[in-house]
């Protein structure tokens, strides 16, 4: 199994209040992305870091934000948590050997937002 | 119409079944091409990897590429109750500077195998 793992693993916060998730890899991967998934919609893109400060939008970035301070880290960030957040996070990388395309991905955080 | 088009089933099949999931895509820049299996309440788990058209054989795992029809297949032999779970595929085009290898996923097939 790719080097991934995510913290928490589960969490219940009200809404309005911050919160981050965080994505530790052992695996030295350029890239790392962070996905939401919910029934009816698969996993969309929110956020993704192409190196170490280099980061970009996704498809469903609007309340999120990103930071990349560490090559193994990657964090994300709900500024004001809302129940349309409520969700199962995802953290994934890529960019290893060979071709490099494929994604492997974390075990998820499932967020709860009352 | 989404670039990437996937059955979601559900498909139910005998244990020892011959299962045929597929994708159709629309988008002629995709060269890399993926299928990933989801357990419930599991992180989705690479399972097949391929560049371009053609096969790649893992076990008793076959994915199949036809760019000219747009079309990929993941085929399981002698399915397995262990494999009932979610498929989803996943493409993408080639990557360039910072053109991050965003990955245009299908929405899954549910899939159960009974004894």
């Known amino acids: 199994d790719a080097g991934i793992t995510q913290s928490p693993r589960h969490k219940v916060t009200e809404t309005g209040t911050p919160v981050t998730l965080r994505c530790h890899q052992t695996?030295?991967?350029?890239?790392m992305y962070w996905y939401r998934q919910d029934p009816g919609h698969g996993l969309r893109l929110i956020h993704y870091s192409y190196g170490v400060k280099d980061t970009d939008k996704g498809e469903v970035s609007d309340g999120y934000s990103v930071s990349r301070s560490k090559t193994e880290d990657f964090l994300l960030t709900l500024e004001s948590a809302t129940s349309s957040q409520t969700s199962v996070y995802f953290c994934a990388i890529s960019g290893g050997g060979g071709q490099g395309y494929e994604q492997y991905f974390g075990p998820g955080t499932r967020l709860t937002v009352t | 119409q989404k670039e990437v088009e996937q059955d979601p089933g559900p498909l139910s099949v005998p244990e020892g079944a011959i299962v045929s999931l597929n994708c159709t895509y629309s988008n002629s820049a995709f060269q890399y091409f993926m299928w990933y299996r989801q357990y419930s309440r599991k992180g989705p788990e690479l399972l097949m990897y391929t560049y371009s058209s053609g096969n790649k054989e893992d076990g008793r795992f076959t994915a199949q590429v036809d760019k000219s029809s747009k079309y990929i297949s993941l085929f399981i032999r002698d399915s397995q109750p262990s494999d009932s779970a979610t498929y989803l595929c996943?493409?993408?085009?080639?990557?360039?500077?910072?053109?991050?290898?965003?990955?245009?996923f299908g929405q899954g097939t549910i899939l159960t195998v009974h004894p």
């Open positions: 996943a493409m993408s085009s080639r990557r360039s500077g910072t053109s991050y290898g965003k990955l245009t």
């Open positions: 695996e030295n991967h350029r890239y």
